[in-house]
């Protein structure tokens, strides 16, 4: 569970920054009840994976088609396995401005002679919590309750920086050129963004660790299977792969999305770089390719058992289809009960079943945030 000193702290500190803004005279509204940011549906600033492809891929391998990297042996030298999960909530509003509360949460495991350990880690922290604000957008209110929140011990994030504290103030509007405090969908929207932004940051960070941890850099047999894209593959070591296991919008198209609806289960497609990291700088640039785990399943379309797999942009067509080996190896046990089991190896559902109670269990530090916000003001700030 998520370890009560953390939560109670992170409450408590939020609290006398509450207190401090009614004798202040900001009034913070309080939700309507929890507003939950995971489970909203925004139609604007989609996640990369989320992205409809904007052209055609640039085929690394040709002709396009499918290609079959053979029968694997049972064997995989996938031996590290990093994932993150995340949780927000609205809380209150300043006006039109949401604030919201957050925690994400990371964790490599290392899998030897079958049995899971998680890695330790000396930095980043595992888990992380935040509070998320529009402040570049300009409300009075917002940056009086900003500096409250610093005063009772809440850090700030650097652009590039990974987080080393365990109580952050984020700030949701911080990119945005001209930001609208009067947006309010705009800016809860923004937050959702933020907090995916923290977990990728957290993510990146342990990836980095590992990286240049003594046991793994000793062990060249053994490779990471990072849960999602890999934002970065530092030239220090090259042993790491990305598993995206939604396939909502394919990056093929034309004639290739006729030939990935249907692969055949085992068979893997050629690989190509997407056309949305094409038009980035060329350090970003990644080789794919879709690999079919499982015969379409009934009452899931033909994209349901479909994982886009990243690897660095140089990896060879016979490594390509050894990754596959290693993949298709990862298959059994099944990752069930997790609806997304026909594309999800089991190492990475064993991560999130971990790490899932840590960000559960701050669900009451958000009630309670949200109860003491509800309270008649003059009975919590007196003068």
């Not at 604007?44 to 290609?67: D, F, I, K, M, V």
């Not at 700030?171 to 945005?176: N, Q, R």
């Not at 034309?254 to 692969?263: F, Y």
């Amino acid at each position: 569970m998520l370890s009560g000193s953390i939560s109670k702290d992170f409450a408590q500190k939020i609290g006398v920054a509450l207190a401090n803004a009614r004798r202040k005279g900001i009034h913070i509204t309080a939700g309507a009840g929890s507003c939950d940011l995971e489970a909203q549906q925004f139609a604007n600033l989609p996640s990369e994976e989320e992205q409809p492809p904007a052209g055609r891929p640039h085929h690394l391998e040709t002709p396009p088609g499918p290609r079959d990297p053979g029968a694997h042996d049972g064997t995989s030298r996938l031996c590290y396995f990093l994932d993150g999960v995340q949780s927000a909530r609205e809380i209150g509003r300043i006006e039109m401005s949401p604030v919201v509360v957050a925690t994400v949460a990371a964790a490599i495991i290392n899998r030897c002679e079958r049995r899971f350990s998680r890695m330790p880690m000396e930095s980043p922290p595992v888990v992380v919590q935040a509070v998320i604000l529009p402040r570049s957008a300009g409300e009075p209110g917002v940056e009086a309750f900003w500096e409250l929140l610093i005063e009772a011990g809440f850090s700030e994030l650097g652009p590039d920086e990974v987080p080393s504290s365990e109580h952050l103030i984020l700030d949701s509007a911080e990119y945005m050129a001209d930001a609208d405090p009067s947006d309010y969908v705009g800016m809860r929207e923004r937050s959702r963004v933020r907090v995916r932004a923290l977990r990728e940051r957290l993510e990146g960070g342990m990836l980095r660790q590992w990286e240049g941890d003594d046991r793994t850099l000793e062990d060249t047999d053994a490779w990471i299977a990072v849960d999602g894209q890999l934002k970065e593959i530092r030239e220090s070591n090259r042993r790491a792969i990305g598993l995206i296991k939604s396939v909502a919008r394919p990056e093929f198209v034309g004639k290739d999305v006729g030939m990935l609806l249907d692969l055949e289960p085992g068979m893997r497609t050629t690989s190509f770089v997407p056309d949305w990291q094409l038009r980035r700088n060329p350090s970003d640039h990644r080789t794919s390719w879709y690999l079919r785990m499982w015969p379409p399943q009934q009452g899931a379309d033909a994209l349901g058992s479909l994982m886009r797999i990243e690897a660095q942009r140089d990896t060879e067509p016979d490594q390509i289809d050894e990754i596959s080996r290693w993949v298709l190896a990862e298959r059994a046990p099944l990752a069930k009960p997790d609806p997304r089991w026909p594309a999800m190896i089991y190492p990475i559902h064993y991560v999130e079943k971990i790490l899932k109670p840590l960000v559960q269990g701050s669900e009451r530090t958000y009630a309670r945030l949200e109860r003491q916000l509800a309270e008649d003001p003059p009975a919590n700030g007196r003068n």
